[in-house]
Protein backbone atom coordinates (compact mmCIF):
# COMPACT_ATOMS: atom_id res chain seq x y z
CA UNK A 1 0.00 0.00 0.00
CA UNK A 2 1.13 3.49 -0.84
CA UNK A 3 2.33 4.96 2.32
CA UNK A 4 1.37 8.67 0.94
CA UNK A 5 -2.60 7.03 -0.30
CA UNK A 6 -5.75 9.19 1.81
CA UNK A 7 -6.09 8.54 5.58
CA UNK A 8 -9.35 7.38 6.47
CA UNK A 9 -11.05 10.17 8.76
CA UNK A 10 -11.68 9.09 12.23
CA UNK A 11 -14.11 11.67 14.80
CA UNK A 12 -12.40 12.74 17.51
CA UNK A 13 -14.59 11.20 19.78
CA UNK A 14 -14.23 8.43 18.13
CA UNK A 15 -10.36 8.17 19.28
CA UNK A 16 -10.81 8.29 22.87
CA UNK A 17 -12.94 4.93 21.68
CA UNK A 18 -10.56 3.47 19.87
CA UNK A 19 -7.48 4.21 22.57
CA UNK A 20 -9.45 2.78 25.27
CA UNK A 21 -10.03 -0.30 23.01
CA UNK A 22 -6.42 -1.05 22.30
CA UNK A 23 -5.55 -0.55 25.86
CA UNK A 24 -7.86 -3.63 26.30
CA UNK A 25 -5.86 -5.30 23.44
CA UNK A 26 -7.73 -4.54 20.14
CA UNK A 27 -6.02 -5.19 17.23
CA UNK A 28 -8.64 -4.15 14.96
CA UNK A 29 -8.83 -0.96 17.06
CA UNK A 30 -4.82 -0.51 16.46
CA UNK A 31 -5.23 -0.94 12.62
CA UNK A 32 -8.06 1.30 12.40
CA UNK A 33 -5.97 4.34 14.21
CA UNK A 34 -2.85 3.10 12.17
CA UNK A 35 -4.38 3.27 8.61
CA UNK A 36 -6.19 6.29 10.18
CA UNK A 37 -2.92 8.14 10.80
CA UNK A 38 -0.75 6.44 8.70
CA UNK A 39 -0.53 8.90 5.80
CA UNK A 40 -0.53 12.12 7.68
CA UNK A 41 2.56 10.60 10.15
CA UNK A 42 4.38 9.26 6.69
CA UNK A 43 4.68 12.84 5.79
CA UNK A 44 5.83 14.08 8.98
CA UNK A 45 8.92 11.59 8.97
CA UNK A 46 9.83 12.00 5.82
CA UNK A 47 10.03 15.74 6.16
CA UNK A 48 13.04 15.06 8.78
CA UNK A 49 14.77 11.82 7.15
CA UNK A 50 13.98 12.52 3.78
CA UNK A 51 13.04 8.20 2.85
CA UNK A 52 10.18 7.02 2.05
CA UNK A 53 11.33 3.43 3.16
CA UNK A 54 12.75 4.92 6.66
CA UNK A 55 9.23 7.32 7.32
CA UNK A 56 7.11 4.58 6.99
CA UNK A 57 9.22 2.49 9.30
CA UNK A 58 9.41 4.85 11.58
CA UNK A 59 5.67 5.48 11.69
CA UNK A 60 4.89 1.58 11.86
CA UNK A 61 7.80 1.40 14.97
CA UNK A 62 5.64 3.89 16.54
CA UNK A 63 2.45 2.07 16.26
CA UNK A 64 4.09 -1.24 17.49
CA UNK A 65 5.33 0.81 20.81
CA UNK A 66 2.12 2.09 21.30
CA UNK A 67 0.57 -1.24 20.85
CA UNK A 68 3.55 -2.83 22.87
CA UNK A 69 2.96 -0.50 26.07
CA UNK A 70 -0.85 -0.13 25.37
CA UNK A 71 -1.31 -0.68 29.42
CA UNK A 72 0.65 2.62 30.50
CA UNK A 73 -1.58 4.71 29.42
CA UNK A 74 0.57 8.14 28.35
CA UNK A 75 -1.29 8.12 25.15
CA UNK A 76 -4.62 8.32 25.81
CA UNK A 77 -4.66 12.13 26.83
CA UNK A 78 -4.38 13.12 22.97
CA UNK A 79 -3.44 10.41 20.76
CA UNK A 80 -2.86 12.65 17.70
CA UNK A 81 -0.19 14.62 19.61
CA UNK A 82 1.42 11.40 21.25
CA UNK A 83 1.73 9.90 18.01
CA UNK A 84 3.28 13.42 16.65
CA UNK A 85 5.27 13.64 19.21
CA UNK A 86 7.06 9.67 18.91
CA UNK A 87 7.69 10.02 15.27
CA UNK A 88 9.55 13.08 15.71
CA UNK A 89 11.12 11.70 18.76
CA UNK A 90 12.06 8.52 16.22
CA UNK A 91 13.04 10.47 13.34
CA UNK A 92 15.29 12.74 15.52
CA UNK A 93 16.45 9.39 16.85
CA UNK A 94 17.18 7.97 13.50
CA UNK A 95 19.36 11.47 12.19
CA UNK A 96 21.49 11.22 14.89
CA UNK A 97 22.63 7.65 14.34
CA UNK A 98 22.82 8.76 10.85
CA UNK A 99 25.05 11.53 11.42
CA UNK A 100 27.12 8.91 13.70
CA UNK A 101 27.61 6.02 11.44
CA UNK A 102 28.52 9.05 8.29
CA UNK A 103 31.51 10.61 10.66
CA UNK A 104 32.36 6.52 11.39
CA UNK A 105 31.75 5.40 7.45
CA UNK A 106 34.10 9.18 6.41
CA UNK A 107 36.88 8.34 9.16
CA UNK A 108 37.38 4.78 7.68
CA UNK A 109 37.26 5.91 4.25
CA UNK A 110 39.08 9.11 4.60
CA UNK A 111 41.91 6.29 5.78
CA UNK A 112 41.58 4.44 2.45
CA UNK A 113 41.35 7.07 -0.18
CA UNK A 114 39.27 10.36 -0.09
CA UNK A 115 37.44 9.04 -3.31
CA UNK A 116 34.73 6.80 -1.59
CA UNK A 117 33.82 10.53 0.89
CA UNK A 118 33.60 12.10 -2.38
CA UNK A 119 31.00 9.73 -3.50
CA UNK A 120 29.16 9.31 -0.18
CA UNK A 121 28.89 13.35 -0.73
CA UNK A 122 27.93 13.36 -4.03
CA UNK A 123 24.82 10.80 -3.16
CA UNK A 124 23.89 12.70 -0.52
CA UNK A 125 23.44 15.87 -2.06
CA UNK A 126 21.70 14.23 -4.84
CA UNK A 127 17.90 14.50 -3.79
CA UNK A 128 16.11 16.62 -5.29
CA UNK A 129 12.69 18.05 -5.65
CA UNK A 130 10.55 17.11 -8.61
CA UNK A 131 9.86 20.08 -11.35
CA UNK A 132 6.01 21.22 -11.21
CA UNK A 133 4.50 19.11 -13.92
CA UNK A 134 3.18 21.30 -16.81
CA UNK A 135 -0.32 21.12 -16.50
CA UNK A 136 -3.20 23.97 -16.49
CA UNK A 137 -1.51 27.19 -15.42
CA UNK A 138 -3.33 27.33 -12.09
CA UNK A 139 -2.09 24.11 -11.07
CA UNK A 140 1.61 25.39 -11.77
CA UNK A 141 0.85 28.98 -10.13
CA UNK A 142 -0.34 27.13 -7.13
CA UNK A 143 2.30 24.53 -6.97
CA UNK A 144 4.77 27.23 -7.13
CA UNK A 145 2.98 29.10 -4.45
CA UNK A 146 2.83 26.08 -2.23
CA UNK A 147 6.86 25.36 -2.78
CA UNK A 148 7.69 28.84 -2.07
CA UNK A 149 5.94 28.41 1.40
CA UNK A 150 7.56 25.20 1.52
CA UNK A 151 10.93 26.76 1.18
CA UNK A 152 10.03 29.85 3.15
CA UNK A 153 9.35 27.56 6.36
CA UNK A 154 12.15 25.20 6.17
CA UNK A 155 14.40 28.69 6.95
CA UNK A 156 12.44 29.42 10.16
CA UNK A 157 13.85 28.96 13.71
CA UNK A 158 13.21 24.64 14.51
CA UNK A 159 10.65 25.57 17.00
CA UNK A 160 8.63 27.74 14.71
CA UNK A 161 9.45 26.07 12.25
CA UNK A 162 7.82 22.20 13.45
CA UNK A 163 5.08 24.78 15.29
CA UNK A 164 3.89 25.89 11.71
CA UNK A 165 4.01 22.87 10.13
CA UNK A 166 2.25 20.48 12.42
CA UNK A 167 -0.63 23.72 11.92
CA UNK A 168 -0.02 24.30 8.54
CA UNK A 169 0.44 20.57 6.99
CA UNK A 170 -1.01 18.62 9.28
CA UNK A 171 -3.56 20.53 11.05
CA UNK A 172 -2.93 19.75 15.02
CA UNK A 173 -4.78 22.52 17.38
CA UNK A 174 -2.62 24.90 19.97
CA UNK A 175 -2.69 22.14 22.43
CA UNK A 176 -1.99 19.21 20.44
CA UNK A 177 1.41 20.96 18.94
CA UNK A 178 1.84 22.41 22.71
CA UNK A 179 1.88 18.33 23.68
CA UNK A 180 4.34 17.74 21.19
CA UNK A 181 6.65 20.45 21.45
CA UNK A 182 6.25 19.91 25.51
CA UNK A 183 5.32 23.21 26.16
CA UNK A 184 1.68 25.73 26.58
CA UNK A 185 -0.74 26.67 23.95
CA UNK A 186 -0.01 30.47 24.79
CA UNK A 187 4.00 29.66 24.04
CA UNK A 188 2.58 27.77 20.63
CA UNK A 189 0.43 30.77 19.95
CA UNK A 190 3.42 33.27 20.11
CA UNK A 191 5.67 30.78 17.84
CA UNK A 192 2.84 30.87 15.21
CA UNK A 193 2.29 34.47 15.49
CA UNK A 194 6.03 34.80 15.09
CA UNK A 195 6.46 32.07 12.45
CA UNK A 196 3.92 34.22 10.57
CA UNK A 197 5.62 37.26 10.66
CA UNK A 198 8.61 35.58 9.19
CA UNK A 199 6.75 34.23 6.64
CA UNK A 200 5.59 37.57 5.25
CA UNK A 201 8.63 39.15 5.08
CA UNK A 202 10.07 35.83 3.70
CA UNK A 203 7.52 35.90 0.76
CA UNK A 204 7.59 39.65 0.42
CA UNK A 205 3.70 39.75 1.56
CA UNK A 206 2.72 43.28 2.90
CA UNK A 207 0.70 42.86 6.49
CA UNK A 208 -0.38 46.91 5.94
Request: aromatic share 6%.
Amino acid sequence: MNPVAQRQSVEPRNEGELVLRIAAGDESACEALYLAYRAPLWRFAYGYVRSREVAEELVQDVFLSLWRNRADGDARACIRAWLYAAVRNQALNHLRHERIVTRLSERAANGRTDSHGAEAQGAESGIAMGAPSPDAQLTVEAKELDEAIARAVAVLPERRRLAMTLRWKHDLSPMEIARVLGTTPESVRVLLTRARQELAQLLGISRG
